[in-house]
Every structure is written in structure tokens, then in C-alpha cells.
T-cell receptor, first 114, second 113 residues
């Protein structure tokens, strides 16, 4: 059974810092990995999707990497801003079987302070 | 706006009530999903629909009954719920159920009293 772990569970950084969020998964046979952002009480906003054959994806100040063999992904946020404060979730899609089933981590709650 | 709209945003219902959650996507996607998000737990997939056909039921109790009349609309009918069913219910869609990006709605915050 796939398990997804995100460390740390919570993080507080001053504005302007670069930071890294970690995601690990137990079964490396994944189809892809997706990072999401969730604001309190709201839905999920897709940030980046990395296919299993890719090593990284970039969007603006965000860079996500994937090391499938070691079961790890990182989300790098450059020059953090207060508007980046949210919970960040990673989710993996299996490479076989029920390929529609995204398995989520419990998230990292990020607070960027002034 | 993600292109996936859920109504209502908030719902309070008694254990004997019957209510429905609605989801509509304007993205031309073929797959739609219901997820449940409880406090301090990862999102749990409930149902998957592909081209209006249910392709996955993740052992969801029968008091939750999904309906997908077309590829753009998805409902979740609720009856005789329990207080532990209180959660954020999220709808999502994707072009296909497999290797494509999933887009989520804003969710319905359900409280069962």
C-alpha cells in the first residue's frame, strides 16, 4: 500500500527566504507526482505535475524535483512571500492497477512572516 | 478559479436529512472524482467516474450515493449521515483518470449534527 509522508508538518520562515518542502513515498512504481497548494478551508490548486520520466518541473518561483528510485520529491520555493502561506500537499498516482487513485500526504503548513 | 465549481460551499445537516452536493466542471474533462478531507488526515478518494461510468468506489458506505448524469456534472447524495462524516468534500476532474493533471473545486464544508 502506497504511503506518502511530508516533512516538516509545519514551517515558519521570514519573507525572502528560499525553502524546501519534502515528500517521500514508499512505492517507487508511480505514474506521476503532483504538488498542490491549499488555503485554509479551500480547495486545492495544482502547482506542478511531474511525470515519472521527468526529473524536475519549474513554474515561476517554484521548482519541483523527482527522484523516483529513492521515492522522494522536493518543492523548492524561491524568495518566499507572505502570499505563499498555505498548506502544500503532494500526491502520487500509481503506475499500475488503480491508476486513477491519487494518494496524498498530510501536507506541510507553511507560514511566511513579514 | 480552477474551472471546477462546487455548491453549496457550506452545509449543515441533521442525521436524518437528505441533501446533495453538486460539482460542475467547465474544462471539457472526462473524469471526475469525489474526495473526502477530514481533519489531520490525508485526502481520501471516494469515487471515480470516467465518461459518466463509475470506475472506482473506494469502499464508501452506502449512505453516500454518487451520480454522474454527464461528463460535466457530478453529484453526491447524502442520507442518514453520522457526525464523523463531517469533513470537507472535494470534487476534482481530469482529462483522463490516469496520467493527466487533476483540478479541484473549492470544496463543500459539511457538518453533520
Amino acid at each position: 500500500k502506497q504511503e506518502v509522508t511530508q516533512i516538516p508538518a509545519a514551517l515558519s520562515v521570514p519573507e525572502g527566504e528560499n525553502l524546501v518542502l519534502n515528500c517521500s513515498f514508499t512505492d517507487s512504481a508511480i505514474y506521476n507526482l503532483q504538488w498542490f497548494r491549499q488555503d485554509p478551508g479551500k480547495g486545492l490548486t495544482s502547482l506542478l505535475l511531474i511525470q515519472s520520466s521527468q526529473r524536475e518541473q519549474t513554474s515561476g518561483r517554484l521548482n519541483a524535483s523527482l527522484d523516483k528510485s529513492s521515492g522522494r520529491s522536493t518543492l523548492y520555493i524561491a524568495a518566499s512571500q507572505p502570499g505563499d502561506s498555505a498548506t502544500y500537499l503532494c500526491a502520487v498516482r500509481p503506475g499500475s492497477g488503480t491508476a486513477s487513485k491519487l494518494t496524498f500526504g498530510t501536507g506541510t503548513r507553511l507560514q511566511v512572516t513579514l | 478559479e480552477t474551472g471546477v465549481t462546487q455548491t453549496p460551499r457550506h452545509l449543515v445537516m441533521g442525521m436524518t436529512n437528505k441533501k446533495s452536493l453538486k460539482c460542475e466542471q467547465h474544462l471539457g474533462h472526462n473524469a471526475m472524482y469525489w474526495y473526502k478531507q477530514s481533519a489531520k488526515k490525508p485526502l481520501e478518494l471516494m469515487f471515480v467516474y470516467n465518461f459518466k461510468e463509475q470506475t472506482e468506489n473506494n469502499s464508501v458506505p452506502s449512505r453516500f450515493s454518487p451520480e454522474c448524469p454527464n461528463s460535466s456534472h457530478l453529484f453526491l447524495h447524502l442520507h442518514t449521515l453520522q457526525p464523523e462524516d463531517s469533513a470537507l468534500y472535494l470534487c476534482a476532474s481530469s482529462q483522463r483518470p490516469t496520467n493527466t493533471e487533476a483540478f479541484f473545486g473549492q470544496g463543500t464544508r459539511l457538518t453533520v449534527v
